[in-house]
């Protein structure tokens, strides 16, 4: 079957492959109906639930389709425009943002939680002629507080000593936010961690040291800790290493206290041994998400990496379970099994191992994956995978908005995935999270 008939195709309740009647020009999508068939279905214009969205940010003003338009000053008083250009999963959403300001640090989405997105971009500043200062200009972004509109805040300048703007995210409560970023400082042999934050009901920033509850047991040892990501969840901000657990606080409270939770079924080292096996991107083949509540974990193959192996690779889902912070094992999926299933062995679709999982707002027993063959200039897809029932949801050929060069290289360009992991937005969760400039 040809790849364009393959990736706008629909599967019929029969289990047969049916080609649309017409050929658009729309982003080639598949969507698998109640009744078992697959159908072609464009990206959407409306204002979804939730979105996938790109961490590439559109350095453009909204179009026609854009909803959630808002503006404010960047720290040079020059000013910035932002909106959303949003798509029906598994098509991938897009943060616009346009401004006069002399940008040293392309905008990017940091984090998100509920219907606030946290957006960072390095502002150039002549404040002492001729020579310049670069200012990291943070902004709230509150996407729907009414139809079509949105409220954009610049938040007051980093403290010294503050956490790095990539350990940086948001979290929402009532009608509250705090932006908090976490890393850890070492001071003669000892480690302390650093938690710095922003406050909407203060309007100020402070920075706490906190004591590390190091636990060789659990494999939290001193020395060795890296944030790969980092997620909200009522109130609660979660810094995530992937090789070893999770460290999480209140970030609302007066005086916070670190957590930490062991992520289950993994190689935990210590600092004599590395069991990475060589793999310094643990984001591709795992992740903690959070969907109504529940927080799951999503593995590939263990935690092996795949760096040796093509086949036997298998994917795992655990949830969180909260009255005694223990994992609950959840649903396993072999990989070398999804190439036999009904609705998948006639798409053209390589049979690899899936990459970049996210765990749907909507139902956790939903998971959307980057798949692409061993070769670094592949296509990619993004598949959709019901984990509970095994079954392909939905599929779309992968296509980037970078203007990516590269000399003497013939390859499409805009087929490649660049490593960089969706973030799961829900906006039609309200977060209620006004401060005082949103009034």
């Not at 920033?205 to 906190?210: H, I, N």
């Not at 992740?287 to 795949?306: H, P, Q, Y």
């Not at 649903?331 to 609705?343: G, H, K």
């Not at 999982?357 to 939903?366: A, E, F, G, R, T």
Request: glycine share 6%; net charge negative; with cysteine.
């Amino acid at each position: 079957m040809a790849e364009t008939l393959a990736a706008a195709a629909v599967l019929t309740s029969g289990g047969m492959w049916k080609k649309p009647a017409t050929a658009a020009a729309s982003p080639l999508v598949g969507l698998l109906t109640p009744s078992g068939t697959w159908e072609k279905k464009p990206a959407a214009a409306a204002y979804q639930s939730w979105a996938l969205l790109d961490p590439v940010v559109l350095e453009e003003g909204p179009a026609a389709d854009s909803t959630g338009f808002a503006i404010c000053a960047a720290s040079d008083d020059r000013e910035v425009r932002v909106s959303l250009r949003l798509a029906e999963t598994p098509s991938p959403s897009y943060l616009q943002l346009h401004t006069n300001a002399e940008v040293h640090v392309k905008p990017m989405p940091l984090a998100a939680d509920g219907d606030l997105l946290l957006i960072h971009m390095v502002v150039a500043v002549i404040r002492d002629p001729p020579f310049p200062s670069y200012e990291d200009n943070i902004f709230v972004y509150k996407s729907r507080p009414k139809p079509a509109m949105g409220c954009l805040q610049l938040l007051p300048q980093f403290p010294d000593h503050a956490a790095p703007v990539r350990h940086t995210g948001i979290a929402c409560r009532g009608k509250d936010f705090v932006v908090a970023g976490f890393h850890t400082s070492v001071i003669g042999d000892d480690e302390t961690g650093l938690l710095s934050r922003f406050s909407s009901s203060t309007e100020r920033w402070d920075v706490l040291d906190l004591p590390i509850p190091f636990n060789p047991k659990k494999g939290l040892y001193k020395f060795i800790w890296e944030s790969d990501d980092m997620f909200a969840l009522d109130g609660l901000m979660f810094w995530v290493d992937y090789h070893r657990g999770m460290i999480n606080c209140d970030v609302f409270a007066d005086s916070p206290v670190l957590q930490f939770i062991q992520l289950p079924g993994i190689d935990i080292w210590d600092q004599d041994h590395d069991y990475t096996r060589g793999c310094q991107l643990p984001q591709a083949y795992r992740t903690v998400g959070v969907s109504r509540g529940e927080v799951k974990f999503v593995g590939i193959d263990d935690g092996l990496f795949g760096t040796k192996k093509t086949s036997g690779f298998k994917i795992t889902t655990r949830s969180l379970k909260w009255t005694d912070l223990k994992w609950v094992k959840g649903t396993v999926v072999q990989v070398d099994d999804l190439w036999s299933l009904p609705n998948f062995r006639h798409l053209p679709l390589p049979s690899w191992v899936p990459k970049h999982p996210v765990v749907s707002k909507q139902d956790s027993n939903i998971i959307h994956f980057i798949l692409r063959g061993p070769q670094s200039d592949a296509k990619a897809w993004i598949i959709t995978f019901d984990m509970r029932n095994e079954v392909l949801k939905s599929f779309r050929l992968f296509t980037n908005e970078l203007n990516l060069v590269f000399e003497d290289y013939d390859a499409d360009t805009k087929k490649i995935f660049c490593d960089t992991p969706f973030i799961s937005c829900d906006f039609d969760h309200p977060s209620n999270s006004t401060g005082t400039s949103y009034n």
